[in-house]
T-cell receptor, first 111, second 113 residues
Framework: DAMVIQNPRYQVTQFGKPVTLSCSQT?????MYWYQQKSSQAPKLLFH???????NEADTPDNFQSRRPNTSFCFLDIRSPGLGDAAMYLC??????????FGPGTRLTVL | AQSVTQLDSQVPVFEEAPVELRCNYS??????LFWYVQYPNQGLQLLLK??????LVKGINGFEAEFNKSQTSFHLRKPSVHISDTAEYFC???????????FGSGTRLLVRP
């Protein structure tokens, strides 16, 4: 089935140790998004790509970076995770001005 | 600025009772409206969407919503809930010139036996 896949589902890292989260899609959608979701809150958009065009939200910390090497894959890099970065990270895709399709998320724990 | 308001942070209801989750949005331009459901430790799943056409929209799992432009509302309803409907529900909007979803703060539906 066409879908949005996130790996790993659970990631534990140490304070300050770089970590990369992965997202892939078989939907061939132009737009890919990364969200951060903390407990009992709505998802917060970090950035999105329209094809290769990168769009950063104004309040996304510099600690967060992203790469989209091709249509199918998108990565979230956290260069120096802090305790406050512990959260669920959601990847989503969209064909454009329509609904977004979400992956299952990666829960990040920072020790 | 565009915003989405979910008036209830938590809605407790007994199994087989009807439920309505409220959502209001503010926008002076055309919008697309969505309801998503999130089960614990999972991503968001689309319940239903309004893009255009009929204002009564039917979705998955027996849910429906009605778009009311004059009241800028998009309330979610289900005539008879199940225990398995216990989850977080998010109302969201996309403005017709943007690729970004604006989420409400979420409503936790708690279905009791």
């Amino acid at each position: 089935d066409a879908m949005v896949i996130q790996n790993p589902r659970y990631q534990v890292t140490q304070f300050g140790k770089p970590v990369t989260l992965s997202c892939s899609q078989t939907l061939n959608h132009n737009v890919m998004y990364w969200y951060q979701q903390k407990s009992s809150q709505a998802p917060k958009l970090l950035f999105h790509y329209y094809d290769k065009d990168f769009n950063n939200e104004a309040d996304t910390p510099d600690n967060f970076q992203s790469r989209r090497p091709n249509t199918s894959f998108c990565f979230l890099d956290i260069r120096s995770p802090g305790l406050g970065d512990a959260a669920m990270y959601l990847c989503a895709t969209s064909p454009g001005l329509a609904e977004q399709f979400f992956g299952p998320g990666t829960r990040l724990t920072v020790l | 600025a565009q915003s989405v308001t979910q008036l209830d942070s938590q809605v407790p209801v007994f199994e087989e009772a009807p439920v309505e989750l409220r959502c209001n949005y503010s926008s002076s331009v055309s919008v697309y409206l969505f309801w998503y459901v999130q089960y614990p430790n999972q991503g968001l799943q689309l319940l239903l969407k309004y893009l255009s056409g009929s204002t009564l929209v039917k979705g998955i799992n027996g849910f429906e919503a009605e778009f009311n432009k004059s009241q800028t509302s998009f309330h979610l309803r289900k005539p008879s809930v199940h225990i398995s409907d216990t989850a977080e529900y998010f109302c969201a909007v996309i403005r017709d010139s943007s690729y970004k979803l604006i989420f409400g703060s979420g409503t936790r539906l708690l279905v009791r036996p």
